[in-house]
């Protein structure tokens, strides 16, 4: 598949914004990039720093992902052996994202799956996904998806019933 391909369904999947298209679009970058280092791959040089600690990458991903209701920055530095400076800008530089934003877009990712998927109420959904204050999960819900839990949800509802799918 060409690059030109797989740039138009990132960019149509992300303007359809369908249910799990933020997995669909983690997945189509990941090609991407996989695809752009494969055809340039004499031409890039990741610095020795990097390239030692590139090999703990993916168990800290790992890590976070199974932990993410309560792991912290100090506990993964410690587990990992790196100090939270270097841990922190180690993640930066590796997912584009900090710590802190990666750690709430796991929760929220967690939470549309629940949303989607379950009748559960909004306060056992914050719950379940690490949040201790129900209106601060709502409140970051809201910031970045311009919408309360609900009324996403009431959205996804509206959708399927337009989609044929069962009420």
């Known amino acids: 598949m060409k690059i030109r391909d797989f740039i138009s369904n990132i960019i149509i999947e992300d303007m359809e914004n369908k249910k799990y298209s933020n997995k669909i679009l983690d997945?189509?970058?990941?090609i991407l990039f996989a695809n752009l280092l494969r055809d340039d791959k004499n031409t890039i040089e990741l610095p020795q720093e990097l390239q030692r600690s590139n090999k703990y990458l993916s168990s800290i991903i790992i890590y976070i992902q199974g932990n993410y209701k309560t792991?912290?920055?100090e506990e993964l530095s410690n587990k990992f052996h790196f100090t939270v400076p270097y841990l922190s800008?180690?993640?930066k530089i590796h997912t584009g994202?900090?710590?802190?934003?990666?750690?709430?877009?796991?929760?929220?990712?967690?939470?549309?799956?629940?949303?989607?998927?379950?009748d559960l109420k909004i306060c056992d959904i914050s719950e379940i996904v690490g949040y201790e204050n129900n209106t601060h999960f709502i409140r970051t819900f809201k910031k970045i998806y311009g919408v309360s839990p609900n009324h996403y949800r009431q959205q996804i509802h509206n959708?399927?019933?337009?989609?044929?799918?069962?009420?």
């Open 89 to 91: 800008k180690l993640i």
């Open 71 to 73: 792991v912290t920055l």
């Open 27 to 30: 997945n189509l970058l990941m």
């Open 159 to 167: 959708e399927n019933r337009k989609d044929g799918a069962p009420k």
């Open 97 to 118: 994202h900090t710590f802190k934003n990666m750690i709430q877009t796991i929760k929220l990712n967690k939470a549309i799956e629940l949303l989607t998927s379950s």
